[in-house]
C-alpha cells in the first residue's frame, strides 16, 4: 500500500488495502445472494459515501435485484454532530419491497436510526442494513445491522468513499488518521529534579508515564504470566531479558487511550534495549520523539543532594562518595544513549540549573 497522505491539516496512513476490502465485499454479497434468493431486492445506497462499496457490492449481488438511492448529510469534520438532513429523497416507492440500506460507514448510529425511521414509513416488506464498516464502541442504538464488512475502532477513516471535508472519497483504499505522539525518554542524574519536571510535563503534553520499576511491582504482585517469568529469573539469580521488559512495556502501550504520547522511566539503559524500544514502537508506527537529558554539574548535584540527605535523612544521599560513585555509575549508563538519540537527531541536553519553572520552561521548549 502506499505511504501516508496529507488531506487538509491531518495526516493519515494506510489502514484497510483494497484487497483485503474486496475480500470483505465478496464475502457480503455472497451473504446477500443467499439470503435473497428467490426475492428481488432494493439495494438503497445513501449518498456521498456509499458510493464505491455500493457500485463493488452491486457488481459481486447475482440475483436479480433494483437500486436507489438516498441522500443524507450529517456534517463535518472528524466528529460526527448527529444533525441529520435529508438531501435527497427516495424517486422509488418501496412499499412492499425487501430493502437493503447500503452504508459506508455506521459511527454512532444516529444517521442510520434516522434512515431507518424514514424509510419504515413507507412500509417495505422488509428493511435491513449492510455496512462496509462498523464502529461497535461508538454505536448508541439498538437497531441490528445484518451485514459488516469491518468492524473498526473509533479512529477517524477516509477513502473509498469516505471523506474528511469532503477530500479523500476517491481514494482507492481506507485510510487511518494519524494522530502524532510525543514519546519522550527523561534522563537526568540522581538530583536533578527528574521526578518534578517528569510530572509537569506529563500534566502539559497529557503523557502517560511509563516507569518500568512500576510496571515489575505490580506483575509481580499480581503474578501475571510477565511477572511469574520475572520471577523465574529473578530467583535462578539472573538478570530478566530486555524482551522480558518490552512485552510489559507494549503490555502497556497497548491499553493506554486517550493519551498523546509517553514518558519512558528506566527504560533504556542500554542501545541495545534502545533498539528494541525503537523496534517495538515502529509496530505501532510510532517513534521516540526526543531522549531528554537535565545536565547538571557534579559539584552542583553533589551539593543539592547533601542537602536532601540532612532533611530526609537517606543514607544514599547523606555520603558524599556514595553520591560520586552513583554519578560516576549514571554517567557510564547514559553517555552511549546519548550517542545513541545524538545519532538520530534526538538527544537534546537542558540545562538542569535555575528554579523548577525555569528548568521547566526550556524542556518546554525544547519539546515544542
Ligand atoms: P453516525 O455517527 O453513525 O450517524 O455516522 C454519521 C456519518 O459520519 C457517517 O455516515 C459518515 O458519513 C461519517 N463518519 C463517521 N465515521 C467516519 C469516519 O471514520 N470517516 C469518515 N466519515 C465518518
Ligand atoms: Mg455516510
Redesign the pocket.
Known sequence: MEKEITLGDKTFKPFISKEKIDEQISRVAQEINRDYKGKKPLLVG?LN?SVMFFSDLLKKIDIECEVAFLR?S?YKG?E?T?N?KKVLGLDKNIEGSDVIII??????????EHIVNDLSGSKPNSLKVATL?F?PN??TKDYPIDYVGFEVGN????GFG???NEIGRNLDELYIIKEPMLNIILFGPPGAGKGTQSELIQEKFNLTHLSTGDMFRFHMKNDTALGKKAKEYMEAGNLVPDQLVIDMIDNKLSESHDTDGFIFDGFPRTPDQATALDELLAKKDWEISKMVSLEVEENELVKRLLLRGKDSGRKDDSDESIIRNRMAVYNKETAPLKDFYSNQGKHIGVDGIGTIEEINGRINSALA
Open positions: 445513501i459515501g443524507v450529517s472528524t460526527t448527529g441529520v452504508e459506508d460507514i455506521v459511527d454512532t448510529g444516529i444517521t442510520l464498516l464502529k461508538a454505536y479512529e477517524f477513516l477516509v469516505l471523506d474528511y
